[in-house]
């Protein structure tokens, strides 16, 4: 029977025909999730194991979110330690100051581009479990591009199709500009696409071995090709995708989620989706929002200063609040920030974990903060 037709007729916590149950939290949500009823009781189970468990999150970016999110539905009691005063790290909008007018309020800008290629996973399967006004989840805040438009400075603009060809119109944008638009020459496009042909029959442990070495720039043989060819299939695909650089990032990375990415213009979906808003406005403020009404705590505008350790690993946290020091003690810590971060508070921590070698981890350009 489909999920849909159970839970218009199913009550939460009446069991189905089939002896599934509908989860309460979940009754109202628009996809219910029904569980054995064996499963039910080792939910239970890890509940009550669970309650009594401190989690301090630290860091309160899409990846303290996202724990504290998983956390908090399998009964831990959570904190989430956050150095701003708003919570989303670099995935937060930011407003333009002094722009808005009458009324409305200051314009929203974004860090980055937002996007949520088609091959994502995990994070759809979270936005689907927040919930948004007028019972919809902020998944379906979600919208699919049509079109990827390139800027390219003293240049006119690309733009290229973002989904499966559906009309007469987008086939000849299809060819016309994925092949021939993008200003490099043909052959170049033929070495290109023979390179990734290269990338889709090599083994797994190629990839790992050989293709984590070779920095994409290398591997695509950058140097010896155009400036056109150096620009759009070397530094901005990379940093459109991956945001790394081109001499830096690895072949594996780079080139795999290209691949990955382009398989979703076969998707029906298409490419990439975008938000109908404002990052903040319509995914990271309802999810703190959510998150609250769980349980879960945030103390944002505070700092950790440092990780605290003893033979059993970390003892306590310290951090600042407005000027005052204070301890942090949990079960479980968490760190969610960005390895920049951890050089600062954890340089001994990491030092004495002579596997970690964190020391050449590259973090320079990706990590302003
Ligand atoms: C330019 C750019 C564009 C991007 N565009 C996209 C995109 O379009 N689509 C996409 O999927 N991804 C994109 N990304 C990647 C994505 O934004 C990040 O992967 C994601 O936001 C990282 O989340 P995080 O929680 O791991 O780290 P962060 O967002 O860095 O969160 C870490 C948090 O920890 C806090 N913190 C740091 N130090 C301390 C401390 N000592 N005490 C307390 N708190 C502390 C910080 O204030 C921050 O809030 C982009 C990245 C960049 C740089």
Same mark, same amino acid.
């Given at each position: 029977?489909?999920?849909?037709?159970?839970?218009?007729?199913?009550? $939460?916590?009446?069991?189905?025909?089939?002896?599934?149950?509908?989860?309460?939290?979940?009754?109202?949500?628009?996809?219910?999730?029904?569980?054995?009823?064996?499963?039910?009781?080792?939910?239970?189970?890890?509940?009550?194991?669970?309650?009594?468990?401190?989690? $301090?999150?630290?860091?309160?970016?899409?990846?303290?979110?996202?724990?504290?999110?998983?956390?908090?539905?399998?009964?831990?009691?959570?904190?989430?330690?956050?150095?701003?005063?708003?919570?989303?790290?670099?995935?937060?909008?930011?407003?333009?100051?002094?722009?808005?007018?009458?009324?409305?309020?200051?314009?929203?800008?974004?860090?980055?581009?937002?996007?949520?290629?088609?091959?994502?996973?995990?994070?759809?399967?979270?936005?689907?479990?927040?919930?948004?006004?007028?019972?919809?989840?902020?998944?379906?805040?979600?919208?699919?591009?049509?079109?990827?438009?390139?800027?390219?400075?003293?240049?006119?603009?690309?733009?290229?199709?973002?989904?499966?060809?559906?009309?007469?119109?987008?086939?000849?944008? %299809?060819?016309?500009?994925?092949?021939?638009?993008?200003?490099?020459?043909?052959?170049?496009?033929?070495?290109?696409?023979?390179?990734?042909?290269?990338?889709?029959?090599?083994?797994?442990?190629?990839?790992?071995?050989?293709?984590?070495?070779?920095?994409?720039?290398?591997?695509?043989?950058?140097?010896?090709? =155009?400036?056109?060819?150096?620009?759009?299939?070397?530094?901005?695909?990379?940093?459109?995708?991956?945001?790394?650089?081109?001499?830096?990032? =690895?072949?594996?990375?780079?080139?795999?989620?290209?691949?990955?990415?382009?398989?979703?213009?076969?998707?029906?979906?298409?490419?990439?989706?975008?938000?109908?808003?404002?990052?903040?406005?319509?995914?990271?403020?309802?999810?703190?929002?959510?998150?609250?009404?769980?349980?879960?705590?945030? +103390?944002?505008?505070?700092?950790?200063?440092?990780?605290?350790?003893?033979?059993?690993?970390?003892?306590?946290? %310290? $951090?600042?609040?407005?000027?005052?020091?204070? +301890?942090?003690?949990?079960?479980?810590?968490?760190?969610?920030?960005?390895?920049?971060?951890?050089?600062?508070?954890?340089?001994?921590?990491?030092?004495?974990? +002579?596997?970690?070698?964190?020391?050449?981890?590259?973090?320079?350009?990706? =990590?302003?903060?």
């Amino acid at each position: 029977m489909p999920r849909g037709t159970l839970a218009r007729v199913l009550p $939460a916590g009446r069991k189905a025909p089939d002896g599934r149950t509908l989860l309460p939290e979940h009754a109202t949500g628009k996809r219910p999730l029904y569980v054995q009823n064996t499963c039910l009781e080792s939910i239970a189970k890890i509940k009550s194991a669970t309650m009594s468990m401190r989690v $301090a999150v630290l860091g309160g970016g899409v990846g303290g979110l996202s724990a504290a999110h998983e956390l908090i539905e399998r009964g831990f009691d959570v904190s989430v330690y956050e150095r701003r005063n708003v919570i989303g790290g670099k995935a937060r909008s930011l407003s333009v100051p002094n722009t808005g007018q009458d009324g409305r309020k200051d314009l929203p800008g974004e860090h980055g581009f937002r996007f949520f290629p088609a091959f994502y996973r995990h994070l759809p399967d979270t936005m689907k479990r927040i919930p948004y006004a007028g019972n919809l989840t902020v998944f379906d805040n979600l919208v699919h591009a049509t079109r990827i438009l390139v800027a390219r400075a003293g240049k006119p603009s690309l733009i290229l199709n973002a989904r499966i060809p559906r009309n007469v119109e987008d086939w000849a944008l %299809t060819f016309k500009d994925t092949f021939r638009g993008i200003g490099v020459p043909d052959d170049e496009v033929l070495y290109f696409v023979d390179r990734l042909f290269t990338l889709l029959t090599s083994c797994p442990e190629r990839r790992i071995v050989e293709y984590e070495q070779i920095p994409w720039w290398t591997f695509i043989n950058a140097a010896n090709h =155009s400036a056109d060819y150096q620009t759009l299939l070397g530094k901005g695909l990379t940093r459109s995708l991956v945001a790394v650089r081109a001499q830096e990032g =690895s072949t594996r990375t780079v080139g795999y989620t290209l691949l990955q990415l382009l398989f979703g213009l076969l998707t029906h979906g298409g490419f990439d989706r975008l938000l109908t808003g404002p990052t903040s406005d319509v995914w990271l403020t309802p999810w703190s929002s959510y998150l609250q009404q769980r349980g879960v705590s945030f +103390q944002t505008s505070t700092t950790i200063k440092s990780l605290n350790l003893s033979s059993v690993g970390i003892t306590s946290v %310290t $951090a600042e609040t407005g000027g005052q020091s204070h +301890q942090i003690t949990a079960d479980y810590s968490l760190c969610r920030f960005p390895l920049g971060s951890y050089f600062y508070i954890a340089t001994t921590v990491l030092e004495s974990r +002579q596997s970690l070698r964190f020391r050449r981890w590259k973090t320079w350009w990706c =990590s302003f903060r």
